[in-house]
């Protein structure tokens, strides 16, 4: 948690951390991925067969070097919007067999050739070399997909026993289980976009229907409910009935504006919607007297980025050129999931390749969008436990998006967003995101300590962007001494980091 007192103009800002004061844990799951079929994903994204750059089973190698570099602990897939009208039993067998098929989601036509087993052995290339694999997480039909579909799904995965889709899942090259833990119950059904669109009251049924009868076949599935944006009618009505039938909330968003201050305080009302969906699994806990020693459940917030879908429309590939601003916008997201660690229990950004993604692909090679490079810093340095932070200093106190937020931001929008974590083994990271795209601000810093690593992201100006094939945005490694004031440039993401020492 950070919290944060405005001072008048002229004023020395402060930021003072407290290493001894573990607020929370971070889970790994924060840092996760997402693939769906969609645009480039998949096909020229992470599979893209008789390309040189790609190895004997079609994966693109460059792409898995570098989303090795993200340690992604969890990757979501098929979908997204996509899954409403597919059928995974289209995607296994000899290619040959596979039929190609309308999808309506996007609008294009799905050839199937990457399914279930392709995404599992993507995976495991993908974990090698890690101590823990890279965990499948799949997101069911709730569209036209049945019941017998989804339980033939998890047989299918996970099933050990001589029952028929375990001995195909044998018979197409993979004797042992893929033990999938996380299972979608559906994804955005709330949408009048979606294929067999349904109200509150149906899903909740169905739903609870559905997780009864998957459970009997698996009892160790972690089950992710459908819900809205954390701050809605939809929310509050699923959570109440089904509170005790699943293990996470799914919770949307996406920010974006073209004016740099909106775009970069946009992220703040995910921070909202975090606390209100928080304060919902609460009363819905109370309501349905669920026993206190039954874990709460967390929030998963599974689709989450800067999109604007006028700028980049989803059937069209949804292929953003992310800016500096942009870049800042992602890190403010992650300071918000460092801050919030106490509710969220994955959070994936959507998505990993191509498709409003911080990785682009080309026939030649790879590159890495202006927004990489907080995702890189994040996943490297801030795990381990969320620590208590406190900032003074100057605010934004403006029109923001959405315009609610506003309203709820008290003395406004810090300058300085901050968010701050111990790990394991005693290092402590500083994350301080400076949103002024003109103002350096001349900090003084209490609890950190000496010989301090400095990690820097910025640019020329906030328009900046990396897809020209030059890195104009890029990170930057330096070292300081831990005294005086330190001073965060305009428009710049700045990790410090250092090893604590205790005393007292």
């Known amino acids: 948690m950070t919290t944060f007192t405005k001072l008048a103009a002229g004023e020395t800002p402060l930021i003072e951390v407290d290493a001894r004061k573990k607020l929370s844990k971070i889970d790994p799951m924060t840092y996760g991925g997402f693939t769906e079929h969609m645009g480039r994903c998949i096909y020229g994204g992470i599979y893209d067969p008789g390309n040189p750059l790609s190895d004997s089973k079609g994966f693109r190698k460059d792409v898995i070097s570098a989303l090795k570099d993200l340690d992604i602990p969890v990757i979501r897939y098929p ?18 067999d596979r039929p190609k098929r309308p999808e309506l989601a996007w609008l294009g036509v799905e050839s199937n050739q990457f399914g279930t087993d392709e995404f599992m052995q993507w995976l495991d290339v993908l974990s090698e070399g890690k101590e823990q694999r890279v965990e499948p997480y799949i997101c069911l039909n709730f569209g036209t997909g049945t019941l017998d579909e989804a339980l033939a799904w998890v047989e299918y995965c996970n099933g050990m026993r001589d029952t028929y889709w375990a001995n195909l899942r044998r018979k197409n090259g993979h004797p042992e289980p893929y033990n999938v833990k996380y ?26 229907q559905w997780a009864k009868a998957l459970r009997l ?42 004016d740099h201050m909106k775009n970069v305080t946009a992220p703040l009302s995910a921070e909202r919607s975090i606390e209100i969906t928080a304060s919902l699994i609460d009363l ?32 069209k590939g949804a292929e953003e050129s992310y800016t500096l601003s942009d870049a800042l916008a ?64 100057g605010a ?3 029109p923001t998006q959405p315009a609610w937020l506003q309203g709820t931001l008290g003395e406004g929008a810090p300058w300085l967003d901050v968010s701050a974590t111990v790990d394991d083994k005693g290092y402590v990271s500083l994350a301080v995101v400076n949103t002024n795209e003109i103002d350096d601000f001349q900090v003084e810093l209490k609890g950190v300590g000496k010989n301090v690593t400095v990690y820097k992201v ?47």
């Not at 979908?79 to 040959?96: C, D, L, S």
């Not at 309501?287 to 709460?296: Q, R």
């Open 330 to 393: 992602v890190a403010v997201w992650l300071n918000v999931f460092v801050r919030q660690s106490k509710y969220i229990g994955m959070a994936n950004i959507a998505q990993s390749v191509n498709v409003i993604s911080p990785l682009m692909t080309t026939k030649d090679g790879i590159i890495k969008q202006s927004i990489w490079w907080p995702l890189q810093l994040f996943s490297q340095f801030m795990r381990g436990w969320t620590i208590a932070c406190h900032v003074s200093g």
């Open 284 to 315: 819905a806990r109370i309501e349905k007297k669920i026993a206190p020693t039954k874990p709460p459940v967390k929030i998963c917030f599974d689709e989450w980025n800067v999109w604007d879908p006028e700028r980049a429309p989803g059937d």
């Open 458 to 504: 910025s640019g020329e100006g906030v328009t900046s962007g990396n897809m020209d094939g030059k890195e104009n945005v890029g990170l930057k490694e330096e070292s300081w001494d831990g005294t005086g004031k330190f001073t965060f440039p305009k428009h710049s993401l700045t990790v410090l980091r250092w090893k604590a020492v205790y005393s007292g």
């Open 79 to 96: 979908g997204g919007n996509f899954v409403a009208t597919y059928h995974w039993q289209e995607g296994i067998g000899p290619r040959e």
């Open 396 to 398: 934004y106190d403006g």
């Open 183 to 208: 299972w979608a119950l559906g994804n955005e059904v709330w949408g009048d976009w979606q294929v067999l669109q349904m109200t509150k009251e149906d899903y909740a049924k169905k739903a609870i």
């Open 217 to 258: 076949l698996d009892p160790s599935l972690c089950l992710i409910l459908c819900g809205q944006d954390g701050q809605s009618s939809w929310d509050h009505y699923v959570l109440h009935e089904c509170i005790g039938w699943v293990d996470m909330h799914s919770i949307h968003i996406y920010t974006a504006s073209e």
